[in-house]
């Protein structure tokens, strides 16, 4: 089935310093998968952060960046430089791009950043 | 802007009683509402997909017997959990998004179900 595996939490990080958080997919059933980051801040809905139809290309949003990778079946979310202010849980997410819009979301990602 | 709002935040109930939950999308015409339930460690499980003037369609291990929804107009969702108990509990998200619309849903803060 379709799935999604990504970086075990929590992830600690001190300010200033870069990031990476693994995602790795499986779309079996999904012939042309969209990949999606989604962040939870504390107290707050699912909001997207970013978003990538096609293989080989990159999304970014609010200096996080993610490239689909089509060969590695991969969704790295990456940023160079973080906040306090990112300190939130991050989910990777595959789904449809129109229609039925199933998500499978990964289990997420805690990151806790310190001063 | 367009917005999804989702009542009540947080709410517990006794085992074996059911409990309703709402969602309101603000902004845009929600023409597909998907429900979904994160329990304690999971990560979020779709329950059902709602499309107006079509049937809703529920994900494996989830039936209407257990999770009946409505979707009566393109502004308004509501799911009921009948008969709640223990393993029930979690947080309930609504994501929704207008057709034809290629973006990705947006999504409630959630209502967080305890069972007691």
């Known amino acids: 089935g379709d799935s999604v595996t990504q970086t075990e939490g929590p992830v600690t990080v001190s300010e200033s310093e870069s990031l990476i958080i693994n995602c790795t997919y499986s779309?079996?059933?999904?012939?042309?998968?969209?990949l999606f980051w989604y962040v939870r801040y504390p107290g707050e809905g699912l909001q997207l952060l970013l978003k990538?139809?096609?293989?080989?290309q990159k999304g970014s949003s609010r200096g996080f960046e993610a490239t689909y990778n089509k060969e590695t079946t991969s969704f790295h979310l990456q940023k160079a430089s973080v906040q306090e202010s990112d300190s939130a849980v991050y989910y990777c997410?595959?789904?449809?791009?129109?229609?039925?819009?199933?998500?499978?979301f990964g289990a997420g990602t805690r990151l806790k950043v310190i001063a | 802007g367009a917005l999804v709002y989702q009542y009540p935040r947080r709410t517990i109930c006794k085992s074996g009683t059911s409990m309703r939950m709402e969602c309101q999308a603000v902004?845009?015409?929600?023409?597909?509402v998907a429900w979904y339930r994160q329990s304690p460690q999971k990560t979020f499980e779709l329950i059902a997909l709602?499309?107006?003037?079509?049937?809703?369609?529920?994900e494996q291990n989830f039936t209407q017997e257990k999770f009946p929804i409505s979707h009566p107009n393109l502004s308004f969702s509501s799911m009921t959990v009948l008969n709640a108990y223990l393993e029930d509990r979690g947080l309930y998200l609504c994501?929704?998004?207008?057709?034809?619309?290629?973006?990705?849903?947006?999504f409630g803060e959630g209502t967080r179900l305890s069972v007691l």
């Open positions: 709602s499309t107006v003037n079509s049937a809703i369609k529920y």
């Open positions: 779309a079996t059933s999904i012939a042309y998968p969209n």
């Open positions: 990538v139809i096609t293989a080989g």
């Open positions: 994501g929704a998004r207008e057709a034809g619309n290629n973006q990705a849903p947006l």
């Open positions: 902004g845009f015409q929600a023409t597909s």
């Open positions: 997410a595959l789904g449809e791009s129109a229609g039925n819009y199933k998500y499978v």
